[in-house]
């Protein structure tokens, strides 16, 4: 079987010269005798990758020496809960920005830990844009404000940071992170599963400026401390060792295209392929509002849902796989993350006209 045009969300496509790469390196990884999953996370081979890795994030990033990357595990969905165990002290309120089904479960978790404001929501509008920043009614003080860069579920975008007069910016960026330029100055903390845009699943990329991690509280467990990951490089315990090796793969791929401003460019017309038949007919309803729509998922509706599960059928007997809306809201969701091709958008964006010149 080919290899099919993949619009899953995540775990999602990967770029197909990474993954030769993961094979030819697989039995013997050069230099070390063995593959990487069977090495020492402390041998000397491994350590190069690691560090190899790190440099490439930063590099892309443009990260200044205030900034450590980490790579944990438990998924973005544990960052929901570490970020407030780790910057939200007693007495303190921290401010999130709510815009999609992501940002609820960050809340969620946060609330379980202490004292969070909601300084704005789009929840009444069902999530269809990001908010503007006139209505974001931030805390003077608050410890930090937080907010999901692009909603996978709802498939929205922000197309700049919220402006918080100072106070530090923490970001769940797991479906966009790598995908276009971004000042990465402006944020306290950066975090991201890496199944979309970065790697394979099992890792979760965090960038923190160190100067916030204060003192940590007396019970926080040791795994939960982002000190502890800071001081040990991430190798506090033995961290997924095949995971970190594939993202710095990726992150080469991405800096042989142009870096982020390359990858940018080209994630924004496999976006614009589809959104221009969204636009050109009134057979497709897409989900978010023009000004906040995402390059990363795009996400849209067919005029009754017997005509939707006609469309994943012979989508994917044309082998576009993965357009299934998410459970929770429905429909359909092109995902078109760093790795996927310009020519799989564009051959769902021929698929979708076809198909409405047949069912129209
Ligand atoms: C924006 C966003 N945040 C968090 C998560 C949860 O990530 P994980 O499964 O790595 O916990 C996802 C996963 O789809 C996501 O898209």
Not at 81 to 90: A, D
Not at 203 to 210: A, N
Not at 266 to 278: G, H, M, S
Not at 289 to 317: G, H, I
Request: charged residues 20%; contains cysteine; glycine residues 8%.
């Amino acid at each position: 079987m080919a290899r099919v045009h993949n619009f899953n969300a995540g775990p999602a496509v990967l770029p197909v010269e990474v993954l030769q790469q993961v094979q030819a390196d697989l039995v013997e990884m050069p230099g070390g005798g063995m593959s990487i999953m069977e090495m020492s996370h402390r041998s000397q081979t491994y350590e190069a990758v690691h560090e190899q890795t790190i440099a490439l994030i930063r590099e892309l990033l443009g990260l200044s020496d205030a900034y450590k990357v980490l790579f944990l595990q438990g998924g973005a969905s544990l960052q929901f809960s570490m970020v407030p165990l780790n910057l939200l002290r007693e007495g303190q309120t921290a401010d999130y920005l709510l815009t999609g089904g992501w940002g609820q479960k960050a809340i969620k978790e946060a609330k379980k830990v202490g004292k969070v404001h909601l300084a704005a929501s789009t929840e009444s509008e069902n999530f269809a844009r990001v908010a503007a920043q006139e209505e974001i009614q931030l805390t003077p003080d608050a410890a930090y404000v937080h907010f999901t860069s692009n909603e996978t579920i709802q498939g929205v975008q922000w197309m700049a940071e919220p402006e918080t007069n100072g106070v530090p910016l923490v970001v769940d960026a797991s479906s966009d992170i790598l995908s276009r330029p971004l000042d990465a100055g402006k944020y306290g903390l950066i975090y991201a599963g890496a199944q979309k845009n970065l790697g394979p699943s099992g890792v979760t990329v965090v960038i923190v400026r160190e100067d916030l991690l204060g003192d940590t509280p007396a019970n926080l467990p040791t795994m939960l401390d982002y000190k502890t990951h800071v001081k040990t490089n991430s190798l506090y315990n033995t961290p997924n060792t095949f995971g970190i090796y594939i993202i710095g793969l990726v992150c080469r791929w991405i800096q042989q295209r142009g870096g982020l401003e390359g990858i940018g460019r080209l994630n924004e017309q496999k976006a614009r392929a589809l959104y221009d038949v969204i636009d050109e007919s009134t057979y497709y309803r897409g989900h978010a509002q023009p000004s906040s729509r995402s390059r990363m998922n795009v996400t849209f509706r067919l005029p009754s849902e017997e005509l939707e599960k006609q469309f994943l059928r012979e989508a994917t007997a044309n082998e576009m796989i993965g357009l299934a809306g998410h459970r929770d809201v429905g429909g359909l969701r092109a995902s078109l993350y760093n790795a996927l091709p310009l020519e799989s958008a564009r051959a769902l964006a021929d698929f979708m006209r076809e198909f409405a010149r047949r069912n129209g």
